[in-house]
């Protein structure tokens, strides 16, 4: 029987087991599987977990016992009694690299991710490119390379796009994968280039040479404009001078270009990503709007006639904000319906505000209404709330401990937070045009700047992405996600905001002394047929309080249980005036002699 060929080119990988319980060593193989995936070979003396998890499929798990019952995989004679793992007693061929993770840990993985060489690279860098979508759209910049504007000088005269490659030697093969141009480029630019300037080369080459195909859409930025082409020509070697456009793809451009202050705003984003090469695939729908239908950019590159001129695109969604209806302003009990409308106007220029006032002004509840309102349903908000400890790892990324519901083991991951969870809610294809809210109450009770981080920048430039610290990526806000916030100044003044803060939202009062707020117990207590009482005490006693920030705000007094039999006398006693004990604390003040409902009684006409 014939030895199993193994793949050229490529080198042994290695699995670590938790719990340092050893590795599993193994490499790809020239036959491919069943799954058009090249087979793998498991090598003798691999370690193995011994024990499968539940949720393993049911053939790596047959495959597992009857390789266990045939002495494939034998007890470790290393470590007697250790139950931990098991070890390969002779080389096993797998179907694919998937299949032999999955005998090694025990659990479905994937294993272009888990075999790794031995600096680390992933297996996946080894492989040929897989599936990718029938046409995607690139960003090639070109417009600044070593002081050259090639997109002016040379691109759109000549008809290609190029990329400066003057150090690479020739790549003869025609897809070639990133583990290839790892090794070219650390010979080529070997003391030409730092390790993060090489890591990122690979990519870009990887994208130029193997992800970047014939239709595709391709765009630059040159003098301020965006332009819009269609890939042409495989990429192909040349010398150049100053060796400025080493390696090129000839191209067909549009003859139209666009502002780039003009473009949709979701355009914007991805074009500020600092990269030469930049998959804009995400926007492709977008950039067709730009240019009309896609046919007709295709007959642009090929000269085909194609189907009728007259035929008519379909109209794109696009993202708005709902205007205010006279039920929802009744539902809030807002008598001026334009007051309303003002906070729709500011969230549209905005995208950020906050609502700031005393206790009990219904700040947290306006925003859950008006969050609802303009994002179709409770679905489209998250709420989160802040405090003294809160931080950017608890909001937007961190690795956090996680442990592991079988084997109990912990181990620390990069977890999403609410506010990246709901930013790549709104990214989704087919819902960027649903607006999408976060609300943020007690704003003022973090350190903001510790919070929010470098998304203090996206804040203010919505069009711009970052680098994120943890995860690596770029990142922008999507245009769709909005951010309302509240905060209670008599818990912290907002004049202890700092400057940031202010530039990048824009500021609400809700306040007992002035409408809406001022004369909504009384509306409310008509609406339900009650006695205006309680309204004119709340107002007797918010004149007595010489601090607006110590008001005290309406739905202490909007609750069912005040007016039961003792009610209105008891939320007085147990929740009012214990806040102005608080607020006038060390005074010498009888505070239930000044506020208290028989002395605002006696002051009554």
Same mark, same amino acid.
């Given at each position: ?66 390789? !266990? ?397 970052? !680098? ?34 202010? !530039? ?102």
């Amino acid at each position: 029987m014939s030895q199993p060929e193994r793949l050229p080119g490529t080198p042994e990988f290695r699995i670590r087991l938790p719990k340092d319980a050893g590795e599993a060593r193994g490499h790809l193989l020239t036959e491919l599987g069943d799954s058009a995936t090249h087979k793998f070979l498991l090598l003798e003396g691999s370690a193995v977990v011994a024990e499968p998890w539940p949720g393993l499929g049911e053939h790596a798990r047959r495959l597992r016992a009857e390789l !266990r019952a045939n002495g494939g995989f034998a007890a470790d004679p290393d470590r007697p009694g250790a139950p931990m793992r098991w070890v390969a007693t002779r080389d096993i061929e797998c179907n694919s690299s998937s299949a032999a993770a999955a005998l090694v840990y025990g659990y479905s993985a994937s294993g272009p991710e888990s075999w790794r060489t031995a600096e680390g690279h992933p297996l996946a860098d080894y492989l040929s490119t897989g599936w990718r979508p029938p046409r995607k759209a690139w960003l090639v910049r070109g417009s600044n390379v070593s002081g050259h504007n090639l997109v002016r000088e040379l691109w759109l005269k000549e008809g290609f796009v190029s990329l400066a490659a003057a150090h690479l030697p020739p790549v003869e093969e025609p897809d070639p994968n990133k583990s290839t141009l790892r090794r070219f480029v650390e010979e080529g630019y070997e003391g030409a280039a730092s390790y993060s300037q090489k890591r990122g080369l690979v990519d870009e080459l990887h994208a130029f040479l193997t992800q970047m195909r014939l239709g595709d859409t391709v765009a630059t930025i040159g003098d301020g404009r965006l332009h819009i082409g269609r890939i042409t020509g495989e990429a192909a070697q040349t010398s150049s001078p100053g060796g400025l456009s080493n390696l090129r793809r000839t191209a067909t451009w549009l003859p139209q270009s666009h502002a780039y202050e003009e473009l949709p705003e979701e355009v914007q984003q991805k074009l500020s990503v600092q990269h030469d090469v930049v998959d804009l695939t995400g926007v492709l729908e977008a950039l067709d709007g730009l240019t009309g239908r896609p046919e007709r950019t295709a007959q642009a590159a090929t000269g085909d006639a194609g189907d009728s001129p007259t035929e008519e695109r379909p109209m794109q969604r696009e993202l708005s904000l709902p205007h205010i209806t006279e039920g929802l302003a009744a539902d809030l009990l807002v008598h001026d319906r334009s007051w309303l409308e003002e906070l729709r106007e500011l969230l549209v220029d905005e995208s950020q505000l906050v609502f700031y006032g005393p206790p009990g002004t219904g700040k947290t509840f306006l925003a859950m209404k008006l969050a609802e309102h303009f994002g179709g349903g409770p679905e489209h908000v998250k709420i989160v709330q802040f405090h003294p400890s809160y931080a950017y790892e608890d909001f937007f990324e961190g690795f956090r401990p996680v442990e592991d519901p079988e084997t109990r083991e912990v181990a620390f991951r990069l977890t999403a937070g609410p506010l990246r969870e709901l930013a790549d809610l709104a990214a989704r294809e087919g819902n960027r045009h649903i607006p999408h809210f976060l609300i943020i109450d007690e704003i003022n009770r973090a350190n903001l700047a510790k919070v929010f981080g470098e998304l203090y920048f996206l804040l203010e430039y919505r069009t711009k992405s970052v !680098r994120l610290t943890y995860s690596g990526d770029d990142f922008a806000l999507p245009p769709n996600l909005f951010v309302i916030g509240t905060m209670n100044t008599a818990d912290r003044s907002i004049a202890l905001v700092d400057a940031a803060m202010r !530039r990048r939202f824009a500021f609400v009062e809700l306040s007992p002394r002035a409408e809406p707020t001022a004369g909504l117990l009384a509306r409310w207590l008509k609406r339900d047929g009650r006695d205006p009482e309680p309204a004119r005490l709340l107002d007797a006693l918010n004149a007595l309080i010489d601090d607006a920030d110590f008001a005290i705000g309406p739905s202490y007094l909007m609750k069912p249980g005040v007016y039961r039999d003792g009610g209105l006398e008891r939320t007085w006693r147990t929740k009012i005036l214990p806040l102005l004990e608080e607020h006038h604390y060390g005074e010498g003040l009888d505070v239930a002699a000044r506020y208290g409902l028989d002395s605002l009684r006696e002051q009554q006409p």
